[in-house]
């Protein structure tokens, strides 16, 4: 689960530096500026394994811009499939624009 920070309380918040940075296509970065998509799904691989609650990420939309966001890990879990992590997590979560679980897994493929 992610919390987004503003501009304002990144500035004043006190934790270690930005530990991982995510490019991300643009509906779902703007998802995750508003606030809609909470929970971003990764295979649990390589540099994705040291993630641990507490760390701060940086979000950047893939289409050319300087805007960026940061967000703190409030949860971390691991499913075996996608589709145990939507079913567990929420598709408003994960991927609010999905209009069913089939549609956001091939989203994820």
């Known amino acids: 689960m992610l919390s ?3 501009r304002s309380s990144f ?8 530990s991982y940075a995510f490019t991300v ?3 779902y970065f703007d998802l995750i500026l508003e606030g809609k998509k909470t929970v971003e799904g990764r295979l649990n691989q390589k540099k994705y394994q040291k993630i641990k609650i507490g760390d701060l990420v940086s979000f ?3 289409e050319p811009t300087d805007h960026s966001t940061f967000c703190i890990v409030r949860e971390k879990n691991i ?3 996608f589709k145990d992590m939507l079913e ?3 598709l408003e979560n994960c991927l609010p624009e ?3 679980i089939d549609e956001a ?4 493929h």
């Open 4 to 6: 987004p920070l503003s």
């Open 11 to 18: 500035s004043s918040f006190q934790t270690r530096w930005v």
């Open 25 to 27: 296509q643009k509906r």
């Open 60 to 62: 950047k939309s893939s």
């Open 79 to 81: 499913y075996r499939t």
């Open 88 to 90: 567990a997590e929420g």
């Open 98 to 100: 999905a209009s069913s």
């Open 105 to 108: 897994i091939s989203i994820y």
